[in-house]
């Protein structure tokens, strides 16, 4: 039996801080923490989705990976090969293999540029084919995206939001990548045309054995596309797991709360309870000790503010960063009081926990 391929991606322990400058003389005063040690891997064809909400680090993890902006610590490893402290010479014939769809289709295009010449650009930055050769390819992509090849010659402004998208994926297949990392790809798209978006990327992995960091809020979305889900909070990855493992059974109480906050379509199925969570988003600047969500869980106990919780393996390829998982069998998270007035769940902390401190 043949030895499994080795990821096209592996990220260990990656943080991403930003300086925080204040005062005459400019000194540093403080560090945003904006990713904060995160680990996975991206198999040959398929989708990770990265979910969270707005703020929690996965644009910035995103475009670290990619080094657009440079790692604080970690590593970065593309096809086993460590190109986390490459120069920027040394990562020119790297970029070929890892590409970018942005979140807005209007202001990731240049407006000076045609759509043909916006597509032909890397083809021309890497050398990979001729004028005449390139004229031909870049057809061709136009054509594999759902354009036409007249529209080459057409600028930007006179294409739809849809229309724009699909020529910034044509730029990011130009170069013949094995990862593409799609930053809310589909976010700023009307839903029918997300739809159109969605379905073309996956048709285009199929025939081309690509790769995807799928970065979205929406779960719906991320649901459709992604084999796998990792889900992050405050710039940690708290729950990872197969798409179907994670709706059916998700372990952190993080991930609970944003799965009950999915819209259901009959709003007379009232057979899903809400985990509703109090308080805001600590901020990134001074997060909290321990586990960064003891401050809003309603299960958190005093170790949960004292330990910072691991990401552990709890069976198959479910990973959840949770002290309530950390021995033991896998079990459901425990039933908590409802909010009064409401259909949903959600309370006090330290009843949930049995701790009298609270959290």
């Known amino acids: 039996m043949s030895e499994p391929a080795p990821p096209v991606l592996e990220v260990e322990n990656l943080t991403k801080r930003f300086p925080i ?14 990713v904060d040690g995160i680990s996975f891997a991206i198999r040959r064809g398929e989708t990770l989705g990265l979910v ?53 289709p209007y202001s990731s295009l240049n407006p000076r540029m045609s759509a043909g010449e916006i597509v032909r650009e890397p083809l021309t930055i890497h050398g990979i084919s001729e004028a005449a050769e390139s004229h031909e390819r870049v057809a061709m992509l136009f054509e594999r995206v759902g354009l036409q090849p007249h529209q080459m010659k057409a600028f930007p402004h006179e294409f739809s939001g849809g229309q724009r998208q699909r020529i910034g994926i044509a730029r990011a297949l130009a170069a013949d990548p094995q990862l593409i990392i799609g930053d809310e790809p589909v976010s700023a798209l009307d839903v029918s045309i997300q739809a159109q978006v969605i379905n073309l990327l996956t048709e285009l992995q199929d025939d081309l054995d690509l790769s995807y960091l799928f970065i979205a809020h929406d779960l719906t ?30 372990l952190h109480p993080y991930t609970v709360a944003l799965l009950s906050a999915v819209p259901i379509a009959n709003p007379k199925n009232r057979s899903r309870q ?6 805001d988003v600590p901020s990134p600047v001074t997060p909290p000790s321990g586990c960064h969500f003891h401050t809003r869980c309603p299960y958190a106990m005093r170790r949960c503010r004292e330990e910072q919780p691991v990401l552990h393996q709890v069976g198959g390829d479910h990973w959840v960063s949770c002290h309530l998982h950390d021995a033991g069998p896998v079990h459901p998270l425990p039933s908590v009081d409802p909010v009064p007035g409401s259909s949903g769940a959600g309370v006090s902390a330290s009843r949930a926990a049995g701790d009298p401190a609270g959290p």
Do not use: W
């Not at 610590?73 to 769809?101: A, W, Y």
């Not at 809400?274 to 308080?279: C, D, F, T, V």
């Open 21 to 34: 400058h204040a005062g005459l003389f400019s000194r540093v005063v403080g560090h945003v923490h904006a």
């Open 52 to 104: 969270g909400e707005s703020g929690c680090g996965k644009s910035t993890a995103g475009k670290t990976i990619l080094k657009l902006i440079e790692p604080t610590s970690g590593s970065i490893r593309l096809n086993g090969r460590d190109i986390t402290r490459f120069g920027s010479g040394e990562m020119r014939p790297v970029r070929r293999q890892m590409q970018i769809i942005f979140q807005d």
């Open 221 to 250: 979305v991320v649901e459709h596309i992604s084999h796998r889900i990792a889900v992050m909070y405050l710039g940690r990855i708290v729950e990872l797991a197969g798409t179907d493992d994670l709706f059916d059974t998700p």
């Open 274 to 279: 809400r985990l509703l969570l109090s308080g």
